[in-house]
């Protein structure tokens, strides 16, 4: 018996070896987690079943943060020993159940993570996996303490929220305004709430993950696990609601800069059930907007910014185009190529041609045309979004589209070569900007659009006073801070201007106090989210704007149908005859559709990106 014993303990254990899935059956594996407790050793087996048979599978989809990979656990399948990702292994442990086996999908497990063409195989199948589990777990944190707390908050903000909503039916128009954009009112609250509590969960590292996105998107439903207490992971999303129409969380939480608002509300619009959390869900999802969404979270593999997303083009677009099938085998470059001509040509739109531009040696290999998905907001470098509302720049002129298949890193479309190219250039301003910077900018924009001649394009009664208010109002890229349009009234722009002049001079701070003049405010707070890190820049026929700050004397000022703003572009020094994208502009008297409908001097050009 005590020998029996000992040869049992003494028994070599092999290593677990994956048996190939068959691709067209769309086969997965699904994991039986045997039943135990505490620490005991993770027994289980791995299990290949169909997704498209007669008979679904019954399974559990798992949601989780890899961490380190260099930190491995183990677990035993058939008895042989695979290694695991700890967090893999932490999930399995808060997962077992103790009296009965559970079958679950995670994919540290049932994906060979070896197998670069099992992986791009099982993640083009994503979309099915979480959408035809019974339920997906969330791994918030396995190991939290004081949960209690936080599930009383939550339950006091849903039940808050239910009740100011009239039960979720005003949810969406409180949310955002007529054209689907976040309006960001803080209306403020009493309720008594524990912040450190709220803290601690909207800082949990999963909600920096962007495979999560689409994995709480697809899934029927989603339950969180937080310690040893279960939340629903639409009353978390009811949550970031109640903060998004309450407060700013930059306020609300003044000494974190680790809860990226603006992440939890995109996880917020893709991952609502049936898109209630959007005004209109009838509208069709723009791929580019799916794709510049993930920029804010957090992925190892340069390509997961596309591939990662395949789940929710398939859900809120309505297809995913072949172009963007997952391959592992082939180069990230390649792959956002690949992604920004599938949206072009799904969107039929160069609305992503505002994600890209001009990058010195094109260090990564991207052509100009090609938004670098996995570059991260960096509000100490990169300017803010213009405003698209009732902006038109091509008049409405579809998108033409001259590539056929591959793009071979050139993007060719029609559009309006614009005559005169970019003259002279004043450089940005930045949020360390001091005041004499400001008032340098100011006075030097002024300077060259007096001496551009910009007053004949509006046949002025007073030159001085015309140009002086195309100025003012190009400060503020055509959009006042309440978000209405400065060609309605430009007055409102050369008023603001001159009262924020006034406030530097007279008080030598910047208006952000509460007593400040409030035309004052409004002009700065309007002028700072257009003209932080965009030149201001004139042209040799006499138009003013606000471009990239990489834009240089000689590049050219063109309108690509299909754009929504004015497109700088640079001639190739490398390839005659060929431009390379800078970026887009704001170009006062062009925003609405002008150079086609005057006679502009514009010709007509076939244009080859790089």
Known sequence: MARRLLDKVLKPVHQYHYQPLTAPAHEIRVLILEPGSGRQTLRCALQTVPLGGESPPDYETTSYVWGNASLTGEVYIDDMILGIPVSAQKVLFRARLPERPRTLWIDAICINQKDSAERSQQVALMSRIYSMSRCNLIFLSVEKHGAASLVANVDAIVTDLARSTDQYRKLSEMLFDPHNNWKHTSTGSNLSLDRQALLDLFTCEWFSRLWVVQEVALAPQNVC??????ILFIDILRAIAWFSLNFRTERWFPTSPHVNFARLEFMLRWAGADRIYSLDPMIRVKSIHILESMRFFNATDARDYVFGTLGIHDKLSGAVSSMLTPDYSVLYPEVYERAALAAITSDKSLAGLGLAGYRSGHIDELPSWVPRFNKPINKAHDPNPLSPLGTSADGGRPLQLHNT????????????????????????????????????????SLSIA???????????????????????????????LDGTRAASDPSKSILGLQHFLSYLITNRKFPWDADADPI?????????????HRNFFSTDTGHIGLG??????????????????PVILRPSEKYSG?????????????????????????????????
């Open 405 to 444: 298949g591959n793009s071979n890193g050139v993007l060719t479309v029609s559009g309006l070569l614009l005559p005169g190219p970019v003259s002279q250039v004043v450089s940005s301003l930045r949020q360390e900007s001091s005041l004499f910077d400001f008032i340098t900018f100011i006075s030097s």
């Open 450 to 480: 007096h001496e551009s001649s910009l007053s004949t394009q509006f046949n002025p009664t007073t030159a001085a006073i015309d140009t002086d208010t195309a100025v003012a109002t190009t400060f503020q890229a055509g959009v006042h």
């Open 520 to 532: 004052a405010v409004q002009y700065y707070r309007s002028m700072i989210n257009a003209c932080y």
């Open 548 to 565: 990239p700050k990489n834009i240089s004397p000689c590049d050219k000022v063109t309108i690509l149908y299909g754009g929504t703003f």
């Open 225 to 230: 696990i937080y310690g040893e207490a279960r």
């Open 578 to 610: 060929d431009y390379e994208v800078v970026g887009v502009a704001y170009v006062h008297g062009l925003m609405a559709g002008e150079a086609l409908e005057s006679d502009s001097g514009g010709e007509e050009v076939i244009f080859r990106l790089r």
